[in-house]
């Protein structure tokens, strides 16, 4: 009887349409923060990418999207249904208007949605609650790149099959994840919770009045047991956190220099041992210009002057930057090899770097008095040539006339020499030996700070995905194939679902092992992931073929 049915509605002809497109959502009114469900309903089978919903992000916080497709035959009628269910969150009380949606030339009819201001916002009112999200900002006022620590506390008492934390967002700053997430439990309530705690370093670079939109918590919480012995059902939810106002200051018009803005800013300086001053003989001066909550881009250039009679050799100079809890530290390291070229008394000028302190909001210096040196004059004292001696040929009458080698003799000046360009020479093979071992260590520096740099750096995310992957790291992998996703293919966290279904749903299987409440989390296999990767990877190569191919270079 079933194959009958089936057999009818193939050979029946086609001759249904779109005519009616309809939109409601649950709650009208609803409040701030809380979890709207919009339902689009069409009378035909329709693909859901026919649908597009692009609008309601000019209000919304759009969450999980739900497609669904059903047919029916009834006494040799078919009927077709297409619903989309869609999950919004209005940020602020207020009044909006979910707009119309248009397929095919048949539209639905507009929404009318009154907002009102949640009863609670801390979330840490309300008692037995699954999922909670805190959030805190260090300040609320800042200036032109300083630095915001944006802190954000998950809280899961239940078991998530899904889970994702958007970042923050501000607009004309720099948002970068500090470390890695800190895992803990607290006990809020009576009730035993795991705490992710997640911090962000948030840099504005334009002046004026903004609003940062807070982090917002996308999830499935479990129902029931799951497994073997479950029926694995789950419910979505979404949790936004607040949004802040803040206060960006502009730069002071009377700072005199290159605008650098810290807690603290300190300059050091070390010369070559011993410290002894020779006309014609380098010596090597260090100056070391460390700040904190920083970044080693953000760090001046060391233009230092000498004075007329140093003659100044400046290497290249090393910029590096490390984590400590919080706190960046960045460092520009310069070295300079100084030869003197005339003897006497002389002053090394001051050198004054000038910042400007976050913490007392007043211009400073950070210094290094003058000092005081006298130039010797070169221990090489030059001594007239010693005379070359007379060579006599000694004339054989018999024998065949020969002529006796020529003797020649080097003055003490000229040994002087030698020694000295033997010296730099040496001196020249320690300094390049000291120079690679620095870079070294610098690359292991970076290799062990792999996490903290690939959300900081924005050149090359796929060089950072590619060793995680190799090291099987799964927080960086959770960090990094996000980035890697917005600059290789322009793909960002709201199209993910959309655009990449397949590797979508492999990253979510290692977001719910990351935050699965249980003692022991599963081991996840990154053989799907890889796949999933190269397979994307692959079309963007043959994509890129294709262009290339349309347009034959002459």
Same mark, same amino acid.
């Given at each position: ?214 982090? @917002? ?36 018009? *009377? ?77 520009? @390291? ?43 004059p070169s221990s090489e004292i030059a001594q007239p040539l010693a005379p070359i001696p007379q060579v006599v040929p000694v004339v054989n009458p018999v024998a065949t006339p020969t002529v006796a080698p020529t003797v020649m003799t080097h003055s003490p000046t000229l040994k002087y ?41 924005? *050149? ?12 099987? *790291? ?81």
């Amino acid at each position: 009887m079933r194959i009958l049915i089936i057999l009818f509605t193939l050979l029946t002809p086609v001759c249904h349409a779109l005519s009616s497109l309809t939109a409601n959502v649950d709650r009208n009114p609803a409040m701030a923060g809380e979890t709207i469900v919009l339902t689009i309903s069409a009378d035909d089978n329709i693909n859901a990418n026919k649908l597009d919903t692009s609008a309601l992000l000019q209000q919304f916080v759009v969450g999980q999207t739900q497609v669904s497709r059903n047919t029916q035959v009834i006494n040799g009628k078919i009927s077709r249904q297409s619903r989309w269910i869609i999950h919004l969150i209005a940020r602020q009380p207020g009044q909006y208007t979910i707009p119309t949606f248009n397929i095919a030339g048949v539209s639905s009819q507009p929404i009318s949605l009154k907002v009102v201001k949640t009863v609670s916002s801390d979330h840490s009112n309300q008692k037995n609650q699954e999922v909670m999200l805190k959030t805190q900002l260090s300040a609320n006022s800042v200036y032109i790149g300083q630095q915001l620590v944006y802190t954000l506390k998950l809280y899961i008492g239940t078991s998530l099959q899904r889970a994702q934390l958007q970042t923050p967002e501000l607009a004309n700053a720099e948002i970068t994840q500090l470390g890695e997430d800190a895992d803990s439990n607290e006990i809020v309530n009576g009730r035993r919770y795991r705490v992710i705690t997640r911090r962000y370093s948030i840099r504005p670079n334009v002046a004026g009045h903004v609003e940062l939109q807070g982090s @917002i918590f996308r999830g499935d919480i479990a129902l029931g047991k799951t497994g073997f012995f479950g029926n694995g059902r789950s419910k979505p939810m979404t949790l936004v956190s607040d949004n802040h106002r803040l206060e960006i200051k502009a730069i002071p018009e *009377d700072f005199p220099g290159p605008w650098l803005v810290s807690d603290m800013v300190i300059l050091e300086q070390k010369w070559e041992q011993p410290t002894r001053f020779q006309v014609g003989h380098p010596i090597t001066r260090t100056l070391t210009l460390t700040a904190t909550n920083v970044t080693k881009e953000q760090l001046p250039t060391l233009d230092i002057k000498h004075g007329a009679n140093l003659q100044a050799y400046p290497d290249k100079p090393v910029s590096e930057q490390m984590l400590k809890g919080d706190i960046i530290i960045a460092q520009r @390291i310069q070295k300079i090899a100084i030869i003197p070229s005339t003897a006497g008394p002389m002053t090394i000028p001051t050198v004054r770097i000038p910042w400007f302190n976050s913490v007392t909001e007043k211009t400073e210096w950070a210094t290094i008095a003058a000092m005081e040196v006298n130039i010797e004059p070169s221990s090489e004292i030059a001594q007239p040539l010693a005379p070359i001696p007379q060579v006599v040929p000694v004339v054989n009458p018999v024998a065949t006339p020969t002529v006796a080698p020529t003797v020649m003799t080097h003055s003490p000046t000229l040994k002087y020499w030698m020694v000295a360009c033997l010296l730099l020479a040496i001196l020249s093979m320690v300094l390049m030996m000291l120079f690679l071992r620095s870079r070294q260590q610098l690359q292991r520096f970076k290799q062990h700070q792999v996490r903290v740099k690939a959300v900081n750096c924005h *050149d090359d995310y796929w060089s950072s995905l590619k060793l995680a992957l190799e090291n099987k *790291d799964i927080a960086a992998i959770i960090q990094l194939l996000p980035l890697w996703l917005k600059q290789q293919h322009n793909i960002s966290q709201r199209q993910f679902e959309e655009k990449e279904p397949d590797l979508y749903q492999v990253y979510q299987e290692l977001l719910a092992n990351r935050y699965s409440s249980g003692v022991r989390q599963q081991q996840t296999s990154l053989k799907p992931l890889i796949k999933c990767i190269l397979t994307l990877k692959q079309q963007a190569k043959l994509s890129d073929k294709t262009v290339n191919s349309l347009y034959p270079k002459n």
